[in-house]
């Protein structure tokens, strides 16, 4: 007899565990069309046989399809769960994966492309930095004062900046930089440059990547709108400099020179 009622009360154990055993994942997503930044929504949740909700931990995965981008996070069945993709998550279709006990539902959404950048003055430099999520070149204006100059189309990796360094007699000058895709402009008034190492009124902005080469990315001179002019213009404000520089002193040699031999003769 107790045999028996031992063989019952196993199968009993067995046949209840079956009926609680998670047969299913699902997932809700509470919007499936994200900016970057914002955060996924949704819920989670395990059933069993009978469709009922069980309580437990799900394991979720975030997963990028194009890039490989890969977020975890553990969260409870049956409650409401955000999960942050970050400022720079990249655009296009999402997976989000539910897994419990080697029981596994998959969803998909989408994260919008997002173009931005961000102007910063430091000192004698106007620095732009891409903060959107895709590869950005934008079409960037920089006006020194009542000088505007040519367009800039730097190509910007996700992150990356690039520095102009801001050419103009000294003086105090009001900066406004546009970008013509986006509309982003950005002001700054009563700016001093000092004009370093420049001679005559050339006024544009050089790359500070290649300013090492005397390569310009814009700005304009006195009386040209050009990269070229404006690089002309500075070289030849520097020659003319050192010209009168070297007339000056070739001058002065050939003096003491003339009177060296004239002391000689005597």
């Keep these: 007899m107790t045999l028996k009622r031992n063989l019952i009360f196993l199968i009993g154990v067995i046949l209840f565990s079956t009926c609680v055993m998670a047969q299913s994942v699902k997932i809700e997503l509470i919007t499936n069309e994200l900016e970057p930044g914002a955060n996924l929504t949704f819920i989670a949740t395990i059933y069993d046989a009978q469709m009922k909700s069980l309580d437990g931990e799900i394991l979720i ?41 080697g029981v596994e539902t998959k969803e998909s959404f989408f994260v919008k492309i997002y173009e931005e950048i961000q102007f910063e003055l430091e000192e004698e430099s106007l620095k732009i930095t891409n903060i959107g999520n895709i590869v950005y070149s934008p079409s960037i204006r920089i006006a020194i004062g009542d000088t505007i100059g040519n367009i800039k189309e730097p190509k910007l990796e996700v992150g990356e900046s690039i520095s102009y360094r ?10 406004i930089a546009t970008d013509e895709k986006s509309g982003t402009t950005f002001t700054k008034n009563n700016v001093q440059l000092i004009g370093k190492g420049l001679t005559g009124k050339a006024i544009g902005a050089i790359d500070e990547r290649t300013s090492g080469r ?26 003319v400099y050192v010209f009168i520089l070297v007339v000056f002193g070739t001058t002065i040699l050939i003096a003491i020179e003339r009177r060296y031999r004239k002391k000689v003769k005597k």
């Excluded at 399809?65 to 942050?84: A, L, R, T």
């Excluded at 001179?221 to 070229?228: A, F, H, K, T």
């Design 61 to 101: 995965t975030l997963n990028n399809i194009e890039k490989g981008d890969k977020i975890e996070q553990i969260v409870n069945s049956k409650k409401i769960s955000s999960i942050s993709l970050g400022e720079k998550a990249s655009p296009g279709q999402w997976d989000i994966k539910a897994s419990y006990e």
């Design 166 to 175: 801001l050419i103009a007699p000294e003086g105090t000058y009001k900066i």
């Design 214 to 239: 005397n390569s310009l990315t814009g700005g304009i001179s006195p009386s040209e709108e050009s990269d070229e002019a404006l690089l002309s213009y500075i070289r030849g404000s520097k020659f």
